[in-house]
């Protein structure tokens, strides 16, 4: 027998522990290749596949702060940051391949977008001190075919888009910058209402005793805010309560302007306007507005009712401190997030506004953010992230199939959007609380003859060869968004 000496067994418990003694021994002398297997159950690393920071000319980019997929003709939009930096197109392969400027007719692009039939629509700023904010429309082609302009926008002055959507129906709908709520026009540019969230009043807060005025949005009084400055006010701040801390020669505007600890709400019955900075339609039309003061997700479905809302302000984890934009990932369900103040790009489930992870921070490295501006998503789930000040994209590889638990991965793609509910706790369909939004509520200012006059694109638009060269600039039909 193995285990015995002179003839005699040992107890049992001493042979328990010469095997245990045996088999640690083996662990801790042999080779790990002949006794460990890889952890497959865990998640994979994010990845980033590939760094561009060249255009098509061989210059390198720099403070790229837009990018949009075209996940039809797959193809990827770049917008820098400066005066008349033109548009990048890039291939498939993010190859540049063409850049569109002066000669297209596109001055100052503040976002892009592509709709169904091909469409290019380039929101622009205004290029002098008479002109109007506008959404110019190019063919397949580049060549420019139609000019909204947005001048006289009843209940705003000198409107500047910073990104569109266009709904199933035709719709397009506009977010400006610093503006209340979004416009709604029609698919020939006609203006029709306006689609406004209303949230709870946030107001400046007095300083205790003890503490730093310097830190506080008004140190020496609670300041009351008149209706119509509310929102002018929201935003509003002395240079003196900046934090201190390097910004690393950051533009003024883009400098945080307060703290979440610096704000506290107002009673419960005093709603105001919400300020929106992006909107993104779903395949299913329902409409995501993001707030950057509030660091919120407003959702409504295809005809504007209000679903419900998500996302805080805050400096950690899961909390947004100065969100710019959002993208949709619809096969995994998820919303992403790209946070400018806490480097980060944070991941929400589409359905139920629940926090899932965030990946980033702040470094130069690959797979690191420093200030990123803008994300997006192409048609192979790849995640594209403007870096701002490492002047690059980043496309990275999120590996959502090895990060979201099987269960809510079924249960995210079976469960149907909650329905517009009147106060209380909102469940899934598992019966898990997701949040309390009783308080939110919205607006729709409507145009006095607002329809929407069908449009018939025909096939004239089909896509056609792409020129490099600067093309005959034909008569362009211009629309303007004014009262009929």
């Not at 009043?201 to 400055?229: D, M």
């Not at 935003?235 to 801390?245: A, L, M, P």
């Not at 107002?266 to 409409?287: H, T």
């Not at 600067?470 to 009262?483: F, G, H, L, M, S």
Request: hydrophobic residues 35%; charged residues 25%; glycine residues 8%.
């Amino acid at each position: 027998m193995l285990l015995s000496c002179n003839k005699k067994s040992y107890p049992r418990d001493k042979r328990d522990s010469i095997a245990f003694l045996v088999v640690f021994l083996f662990v801790m002398l042999c080779p790990p290749h002949l006794y460990a297997q890889e952890d497959e159950k865990g998640p994979k690393p994010i990845s980033t596949l590939k760094v561009i920071n060249v255009d098509d000319s061989g210059t390198d980019i720099t403070f790229p702060m837009f990018v949009y997929a075209d996940n039809i003709n797959d193809e990827l939009y770049l917008l820098r940051g400066g005066s008349f930096n033109p548009l990048v197109v890039y291939d498939s392969e993010f190859y540049p391949d063409i850049s569109l400027g002066r000669g297209r007719t596109i001055y100052t692009p503040q976002c892009v977008y592509t709709d169904d039939n091909g469409l290019l629509y380039v929101c622009q700023g205004s290029s002098g001190p008479e002109s109007f904010g506008k959404i110019s429309v190019f063919n397949p082609a580049f060549f420019p075919i139609k000019e909204i302009v947005l001048d006289n926008i009843p209940g705003s002055r000198d409107f500047m888009p910073s990104n569109l959507a266009i709904s199933r129906s035709g719709n397009i709908y506009v977010s400006g910058q610093h503006t209340s709520g979004i416009l709604v026009l029609d698919n020939e540019g006609r203006f029709l209402r306006r689609l406004v969230p209303m949230d709870k009043a946030v107001k400046k807060q007095k300083a205790e005793a003890g503490e730093n005025p310097l830190t506080l949005a008004n140190p020496t009084e609670e300041k009351e805010l008149t209706e119509e400055s509310k929102v002018e006010k929201e935003e509003e701040i002395n240079d003196e309560t900046k934090e201190s801390g390097d910004y690393f020669g950051l533009p003024a505007e883009l400098i945080p302007k307060a703290r979440s600890n610096q704000l506290f709400l107002a009673e419960p019955d005093e709603m105001v306007p919400v300020k929106i900075i992006d909107v993104v339609i779903s395949r299913e039309g329902n409409i995501f507005l993001l707030s950057e003061f509030r660091s919120k997700i407003y959702v409504y479905d295809s005809r504007e009712n209000f679903l419900f809302s998500f996302g805080s302000k805050g400096g950690t984890s899961g909390k947004m401190s100065r969100p710019q934009n959002l993208a949709l990932d619809e096969k995994w369900g998820v919303v992403y997030i790209v946070d400018y103040m806490r480097h980060t790009i944070l991941v929400f489930s589409m359905r139920s506004g629940r926090f899932l992870f965030e990946f980033g921070g702040r470094g130069w490295s690959e797979g690191w953010f420093n200030y990123p501006k803008h994300v997006a998503v192409n048609r192979l789930g790849q995640v594209i992230v403007a870096d701002y000040f490492n002047h690059r994209v980043q496309i990275m590889d999120v590996n959502l199939d090895s990060r979201l638990p099987m269960f809510d991965q079924l249960q995210e793609q079976s469960s149907q959007l909650p329905m517009p509910f009147a106060g209380g706790e909102r469940v899934t369909s598992a019966g898990t609380p997701v949040m309390q939004t009783p308080e939110i509520t919205s607006v729709t200012i409507p145009f006095p003859t607002g329809r929407s006059v069908g449009v018939n694109t025909g096939s004239s638009l089909a896509p056609v060869m792409r020129t490099l060269q600067t093309p005959y600039a034909p008569a362009i039909e211009k629309t303007q968004v004014k009262e009929r």
